[in-house]
């Protein structure tokens, strides 16, 4: 199914998310 697709990409996207967040500080 699109949701175990979708729930990764989620989780992809929080993982970049915290890492620019954590170059940046």
Request: contains cysteine; proline residues 0%.
């Amino acid at each position: 199914m699109e949701e175990e697709k979708i729930k990764l990409l989620h989780c992809l996207l929080f993982s970049i998310s915290k890492k620019g967040s954590g170059l940046r500080e």
